[in-house]
Structure formats: C-alpha cells, structure tokens
C-alpha cells in the first residue's frame, strides 16, 4: 500500500505531465501559426523586427554575448555539465540528472520542431546560426534552466531570476535579429513544457532529494 506521502508525489507529477503536455501543444500551435501567412503572429513579428532595431541599441553587446552564452559549446555542452556537476557536489545526485536530462530532451525536441517548421529568419541577422527559426533554441535553453532551478529549488527569488533570465535572453535573440518574436514565445513555453515532462518522469527521486536536504 502506498503511503499518503508517496500519492502527494505522484499527484504533483502527474500535474507536471499534463501541465507540460497542454504546453508542448501549445508550442506545436504558435508554430503552426508562424506557417500561415495571415497570421496575426506575422504581423507582429514583421513590426517588433522593424522596431526593435532602435530599441535599446546600446544594449546590443550585452544581446552578442547572450549569443554565446545561451547555445553553441557553451550553451549546449558546458552549461549543462557544469550545472549538473554543481548540483552532484551539492549532494543533489537526482538534480543533476534532471539537469542533464532536461537539457538533452529541449535541445532534441527544438531541432525536431526546427525541421518539421523550417521557418525562414529574418534577413537582417547579425548572428550565424543554424536553419530553422521557430523555435528559438537560446530561448528553450534559457526556459530549461529557469524551469530546473525552479523546481529543485523552489523559491520565490530563483523564479524571479529565472524569468528575467529567460525574457533577457528572448530579447537578445530579437535585438540581433537571429530570430522573430514568436520563436522566442514558442521557445520559453516549449522549453517549461519539456522540462516538466521530464520532471514528471523523474518526480519521485527529485522530491525525495529536495525534502531530505531541506529537512
């Protein structure tokens, strides 16, 4: 018989799964919007495009560097290796395989969603960057990490960073033109979407990690 503990658990992963479901489909949706011509979606693309060009121009190398940062080697490979390695030194074993995990399922999950949409970028990048606009890979980095953090360390303030992380990092992929805003939109909900898909799979260990520590 499972204790009312274990039933809490399983029921706070279940809620992940359908949560990160809806929002996956959601993510499948803003995609297939950015596919049809008269989209709204397009419109407002085609103007923050245009307008973000003066916004904040003093801004830009910060947006260069988040470039770097948010994808690539760094972004793909050392991010995610050192996140978890911290995570292993802070005894948090299980962190660090969600972390790990999470990252390789988002980055998989963009690439396919990369081919099957094929979106164009906008002619105006400033950046090199792979085919494929929709989603924005930095951004589901970016939603990766905030989503992780959140839920292995479930603070008001760690939510707060991580958002700024992610809307940061959403704007700089618009200011060098690397993407259209709705690929950033896609990206940041994709990116939560996939990290609860994976935390739900792995609900019972995290939890029991994050309860023993913080005993």
């Given at each position: 018989m499972s204790r009312p503990a274990d039933d809490h658990v399983i029921s706070i992963g279940l809620r992940m799964a359908i949560v990160g479901g809806v929002m996956l489909l959601a993510a499948i949706g803003i995609g297939i919007a950015t596919a049809v011509t008269?989209?709204?979606?397009?419109?407002l693309d085609a103007w923050w495009n245009a307008y973000v060009t003066t916004f904040l121009p003093g801004f830009r190398d910060v947006s260069f560097f988040m470039n770097t940062v948010g994808?690539?080697?760094?972004?793909t490979y050392v991010v995610p290796l050192?996140?978890?390695?911290?995570l292993a030194l802070a005894r948090r074993p299980w962190g660090a395989v969600f972390f790990l995990a999470a990252s390789v399922v988002g980055a998989l999950v963009v690439q396919v969603l990369k081919g099957i949409f094929g979106r164009v970028r906008p002619e105006e990048m400033l950046v090199i960057s792979d085919h494929g606009s929709y989603p924005s890979?930095?951004?589901a980095n970016a939603a990766v990490i905030a989503t992780v953090a959140v839920i292995v360390f479930p603070r008001v303030w760690v939510a707060l960073i991580g958002f700024a992380w992610v809307v940061l990092m959403?704007?700089?992929?618009?200011?060098?033109?690397?993407?259209?805003?709705?690929?950033t939109f896609g990206a940041a909900t994709l990116g939560v979407a996939t990290t609860l898909l994976v935390a739900a799979a792995l609900v019972v260990p995290v939890t029991g990690e994050r309860e023993r520590i913080a005993r």
């Open positions: 008269d989209s709204d979606l397009i419109d994808a690539g080697v760094v972004g050192a996140g978890a390695a911290l890979g930095h951004t959403a704007f700089s992929r618009t200011q060098v033109h690397a993407h259209w805003l709705s690929d």
